[in-house]
C-alpha cells in the first residue's frame, strides 16, 4: 500500500518534531559500538527529511544532542561531534539543492569550534531558500530554554526595558529559542520510548505524541507516513468541546 497517498495534504502538520532514538542500541544488537548506530542514523535523517520537503511540511525539528548528552563517555561525545561535522558537510549542497534552509536552536557556543563552523556555514550558505526549515536542537534541554528565557526577561526587567505587569505567553514565546517558530503539532519519537526527555517542554503543550517502536536507524519515509495518518485521524481540540471547533476560530496554531 502506498501510505503517502493516504495523507491529507489539507491537514498536514505545520510542524514536526522528532526525538531521534535507539541508535545506541541498535547497534549494540548488533554487536557494534553505539556510534555505529548513529552513523546509520543518518539515512534515516535523509528519508525524513525527503519526505518532508515532498509532502510540504514547513518545519521539521530533530533533537540531535541534548545538554544532558555531553555527559556520555566522552569516546562517544567525541565520535557524535565528528560525525556532525562530517554530516552536515557531506549534505549541505543537497539541503540547497532541494531548497532547504537550516537552522539550529540550543546552546550552540557549547558545540566544538570545528561543528559550529560547519554548521554557520551550512545556516549561511541554505538562509535564502524557501521550502522546508530544517531545525537542528543541538546542545539542547527544554529546561535549560526556559531558564535561559526568565534570566533574559530578568535582566530586561532590571533595565527597565520590560514591564513586569506585561508578562504573559506572548512575551515569553519572544525570548525562546523558537520565537520564529510554530509550535509543534506533532510529535515523533522513536525505539518505543514514551517520553518526551526534557524536549522543547513549552512547545509541546498541545502537540500530539507518536511513539514508533522503530530504531530510528530503520525508521523510513513508510514510518513517517504511518505518524502522520495517525495524527491526522485525531481531534485536534485545544480545550474546546468538538461541538465549538465547527462555530469558532481556533487562535492557537501550534
Sequence with gaps: MDLKKLIIKDKLPRHIAIIMDGNGRWAQSRGNMRVFGHQNGVESVKQVVEA?????????????????????????????????????????????????????????????????KQLQNAMDYTSGNTGLNLVLALSYSGRWEITSALKTIIEEIQKGNVDPGTIDTCLIETYLNTSNIPDPELLIRTSGERRISNFMLWQL????????????????????????????????????????LGTETVKYQG
Design 52 to 116: 518532508s520537503g515532498e509532502l510540504g511540511i514547513e518545519y521539521l525539528t530533530l533533537y540531535a544532542f541534548s545538554t544532558e548528552n555531553w555527559n556520555r563517555p566522552r569516546a562517544e561525545v567525541d565520535a557524535l561531534m565528528g560525525l556532525m561535522v562530517k554530516t552536515i558537510e557531506a549534505q549541505t549542497e543537497s539541503l540547497h539543492e532541494n531548497n532547504v534552509r537550516l537552522t539550529a536552536i540550543g546552546e550552540l557556543d557549547d558545540l566544538p569550534p570545528a561543528v559550529k
Design 205 to 244: 503543550a498541545y502537540t500530539e505524541l507518536y511513539f514508533s517502536q522503530v530504531l530510528w536507524p530503520d525508521f523510513r519515509k513508510k514510518d513517517f507516513y504511518e505518524a502522520i495518518i495517525d495524527f491526522q485521524r485525531r481531534d485536534r481540540r485545544f480545550g474546546r468541546i468538538k461541538e465549538q
